[in-house]
């Protein structure tokens, strides 16, 4: 008993530091978000007036918010899925390439090492109407100048395309480990069997990176609730917030409007979205996934 | 070994995830961000506290700056609050470029709320309404009766007084403001056959040069949205009749006839009449456009002239923007704001460097490094802008055009209202709504945001 006891005190004093630090820059500032959603904090009030869920019911009728979050779900179904197929495919690629392994490997990866407010600079850049990459490419091909950040309907998906560049080179990484850590002799009985390389890699390769996958996506999908840089950079969030995220309508409301209890409670929402996603995932998933 | 493995994943993911929670809040708790500014300034104050121990009575001022047009600004600044301090050996100025006008009024804000603001600071203009409501300023009416009162503010050209002004008060000393003008291009007014020497006048005739202008990959006419959609609709709506808010900043007008007509203009220029590139154009590229010899006219703050003038690799001339009813063209730029939380002493010394900053010869001076408009009257009968105005006529245009102008959109609830406004815009550009209910959806908003001011 003592000794057990001794044990588990030792472990908490490793845990110690970081659970201080977690405690304090985490839980403490959730905490202060939480109270202050629910009072009025805004110009108008000079001191903070107690609403309960004023802020929450505000939110709810409000257009943009509406518009905000679909266009997250929007961004994540184009960010994730694709990210991820394209990662594990590079991943393929970069492991068995036999000529410039080294090269081909540091090309996937190199976007993931610019900053963001450098990425998007380079693409508002590819994406300036007349002059910019694309329009070249678009008139090379004989087709119409596009305004990509300026058309409603195009933008996001201008975002999306960037994004997928940008990040796919990081997944990337940990599908090569995830690779590495596959057992030779499995692709040696597969082989010596006669199995198509098609289901090798479906029967063999791709259940054993489900956990892999699983890290990826969490990643991934909680990262399209993350990104902001971009748009300031590129858009604001514009046209008529066409391509405007939560965390930078977040961002916008406490910043710029200075409407700090319904910053909070959109902060509120944000985390309840991302907790959401990690335990979906991590709770539903695990279970079904094979590991070495 | 599976056990381990499923142990490192789930640690991996625990950890993952509450970094991501931090992550967020960080960036949007107030708190947070306040605490971690107040540190920054914390430092200055240190520092201030430590000064007088060693050299005597030095007073030291924090000054917040933010640089909003190209070239480098941040030299000259310094080379400015240099030469105060050489005036002034009792007061130290510390300059603090802080980004854009934007990430100064949240570093400022943040100040301003842990209680360690910065001593003065230039933001827009059109923060007054802001700052006023979060309580973090002072009238400055003592400090310029000290200078003479009225006869040391009728200097200042009263279109740029208009946002520095509120119930008999004067909250801020105007330093860095524009005007927006037009910039063209001969060369390409030329090879159209058009007049060199006459830019359009009218918006009937600016229709017609810029369907001329426009063709062979090239705009005729480029107006920025981006971030300033609410500034160029207001060009529009001067030019048309009325300014688009009421002077106590409690009301807007948007959806009037004459507002509904002049953004109707501005969207036809491009959707019906192809002069101008569709949908919402950037800021920052727009006078990229421009020396680049894309677009052969575009409405742009004279805050530019000087950048412009440096990289044109062509002729070019600059104008007022063309006129409907009567010319017109909101003011635009950052004045001179002095903090409350701060001892008296140290206000004083900030009206110094106020003073010292807006003094005729430096307006002058500023307003030919950088193309800005000078703020005072006397700044256009000094020697060197006499000089500067003779080799170069194109820096007077703002200057005279500001006969003409009116303050920029500046109300309670600014930031709110400013993107209800360029939100409608930039649906109507994008042909999600007509201009008649883009300017209604935005009234609409606008008198919501505005209700709990008007009690």
């Known amino acids: 008993m003592n000794a057990r006891l001794r044990r588990n005190g030792f472990a908490w004093l490793l845990l110690l530091p970081s659970l201080l630090f977690l405690l304090l820059f985490t839980f403490y500032p959730i905490a202060l978000t939480l109270r202050l959603s629910l009072f009025q904090a805004d110009l108008s009030t000079p001191e903070p007036v107690f609403t309960g869920l004023g802020n929450y019911r505000t939110m709810f009728q409000d257009?943009?918010?509406?518009?905000?979050?679909?266009?997250?779900?929007?961004?994540?179904?184009?960010?994730?899925?694709?990210?991820?197929?394209?990662?594990?495919?590079?991943?393929?690629?970069?492991?068995?390439?036999?000529?410039?392994?080294g090269f081909m490997r540091s090309a996937f990866f190199y976007p993931t090492l610019i900053p963001m407010i450098a990425a998007a600079n380079i693409w508002l850049f590819i994406y300036t109407p007349e002059y910019g990459f694309m329009s070249r490419l678009l008139s090379w091909f004989g087709m119409n100048d596009i305004n990509w950040l300026g058309t409603p309907g195009l933008v996001m998906w201008a975002m999306i395309l960037m994004i997928i560049w940008k990040?796919?080179?990081?997944?990337?990484?940990f599908y090569l480990a995830g690779l590495q850590n596959i057992s030779k002799e499995l692709y040696e009985a597969a082989h010596v069997d006669g199995v198509g390389r098609f289901t090798v890699f479906r029967k063999i390769t791709f259940p054993l990176l489900m956990p892999t996958t699983l890290f990826v996506s969490i990643v991934a999908l909680t990262n399209a609730y993350k990104l902001v840089d971009h748009l300031m950079i590129m858009t604001r969030g514009g046209p008529n917030n066409a391509s405007n995220l939560l965390l930078y309508y977040i961002y916008e409301t406490a910043f710029s409007y200075w409407d700090q209890g319904m910053a909070s409670a959109l902060t509120v929402v944000m985390i309840a979205v991302l907790l959401l996603i990690a335990a979906v995932q991590f709770f539903g998933l695990d279970r079904r996934i094979h590991y070495n | 070994m599976r056990k381990v493995?499923?142990?490192?994943?789930?640690?991996?993911?625990?950890?993952?995830?509450?970094?991501?929670?931090?992550?967020?809040?960080?960036?949007?708790?107030?708190?947070?961000?306040?605490?971690?500014?107040?540190?920054?300034?914390?430092?200055?104050?240190g520092e201030a506290a430590a000064a007088p121990a060693d050299k005597g009575t030095k007073t030291e001022l924090t000054y917040y700056y933010p640089i909003a047009v190209g070239g480098p600004l941040?030299?000259?600044?310094?080379?400015?609050?240099?030469?105060?301090?050489?005036?002034?050996?009792?007061?130290?100025?510390?300059?603090?470029?802080?980004g854009s006008y934007a990430d100064?009024?949240?570093?400022?804000?943040?100040?301003?709320q842990s209680k360690q603001p910065p001593d003065v600071a230039v933001l827009q203009s059109t923060e007054?309404?802001?700052?006023?409501?979060?309580?973090?300023?002072?009238?400055?009416?003592?400090?310029?009766?000290?200078?003479?009162?009225?006869?040391?503010?009728?200097?200042?050209?009263?279109?740029?007084?208009?946002?520095?002004?509120?119930?008999?008060?004067?909250?801020?000393?105007?330093?860095?403001?524009?005007?927006?003008?037009?910039?063209?291009?001969?060369?390409?007014?030329?090879?159209?056959?058009?007049?060199?020497?006459?830019?359009?006048?009218?918006?009937?005739?600016?229709?017609?040069?810029?369907?001329?202008?426009?063709?062979?990959g090239k705009w005729g006419l480029e107006i920025p949205v981006t971030g300033y959609a609410y500034w160029m609709l207001q060009t529009f709506a001067l030019q048309n009749g009325n300014n688009l808010m009421a002077p106590d900043g409690k009301k807007v007008m948007f959806n009037t006839p004459e507002n509904v007509e002049g953004l109707q203009y501005w969207v036809d220029l491009a959707a019906k009449h192809k002069a101008m590139p569709g949908g919402v154009t950037d800021w920052s590229t727009v006078p990229s456009d421009f020396l680049e010899g894309k677009t052969a006219m575009m409405y742009h703050t004279t805050g530019n002239l000087t950048n412009v003038k440096k990289n044109a690799s062509f002729d070019f001339g600059v104008s007022f923007l063309p006129a409907q009813k009567q010319y017109g063209s909101p003011t635009g730029g950052g004045n001179f704001y002095i903090f409350k939380?701060?001892?008296?002493?140290?206000?004083?010394?900030?009206?110094?460097?106020?003073?010292?900053?807006?003094?005729?010869?430096?307006?002058?001076?500023?307003?030919?490094?950088?193309?800005?408009?000078?703020?005072?009257?006397?700044?256009?009968?000094?020697?060197?802008?006499?000089?500067?105005?003779?080799?170069?006529?194109?820096?007077?245009?703002?200057?005279?055009?500001?006969?003409?102008?009116?303050?920029?959109l500046s109300t309670h609830n600014n930031g709110r209202i400013v993107k209800i406004l360029s939100d409608s815009v930039q649906a109507a550009l994008t042909n999600e709504l007509t201009p008649a209910e883009a300017l209604q959806k935005a009234q609409n908003e606008a008198d919501k945001a505005l209700a709990s001011f008007n009690k």
């Open chain 2, 341 to 408: 939380d701060i001892d008296k002493k140290k206000q004083e010394a900030a009206w110094k460097f106020v003073k010292f900053m807006t003094e005729t010869e430096r307006a002058a001076q500023w307003s030919i490094d950088t193309g800005y408009v000078a703020v005072k009257k006397s700044a256009y009968e000094t020697g060197r802008m006499k000089a500067y105005a003779a080799e170069f006529p194109a820096a007077l245009i703002a200057r005279d055009q500001l006969e003409y102008a009116s303050a920029e």
């Open chain 1, 167 to 173: 990040e796919a080179g990081f997944f990337m990484i």
């Open chain 2, 128 to 216: 007054l309404f802001s700052l006023l409501d979060m309580d973090a300023i002072i009238p400055l009416d003592e400090f310029i009766e000290q200078e003479g009162g009225d006869t040391y503010l009728s200097d200042f050209y009263p279109a740029f007084m208009e946002n520095s002004q509120t119930e008999g008060k004067t909250y801020s000393i105007p330093f860095q403001r524009s005007t927006i003008v037009l910039y063209y291009n001969k060369d390409m007014f030329k090879a159209a056959g058009l007049d060199p020497e006459k830019p359009p006048a009218t918006w009937a005739e600016m229709q017609e040069y810029a369907v001329k202008l426009a063709g062979g």
């Open chain 1, 63 to 101: 257009e943009v918010f509406r518009k905000v979050m679909g266009n997250n779900v929007l961004f994540a179904l184009g960010t994730v899925p694709l990210g991820i197929a394209l990662a594990l495919l590079m991943a393929v690629f970069a492991n068995k390439a036999l000529l410039g392994r």
């Open chain 2, 5 to 45: 493995n499923v142990m490192v994943m789930a640690a991996a993911l625990g950890m993952s995830v509450l970094a991501g929670c931090g992550n967020n809040t960080d960036t949007n708790s107030n708190t947070n961000n306040n605490n971690a500014a107040g540190k920054g300034s914390g430092t200055g104050a």
């Open chain 2, 74 to 98: 941040t030299a000259t600044i310094e080379a400015m609050t240099a030469d105060f301090m050489k005036e002034n050996p009792d007061i130290v100025v510390k300059p603090v470029y802080t």
């Open chain 2, 104 to 112: 100064t009024a949240v570093k400022t804000q943040a100040g301003v």
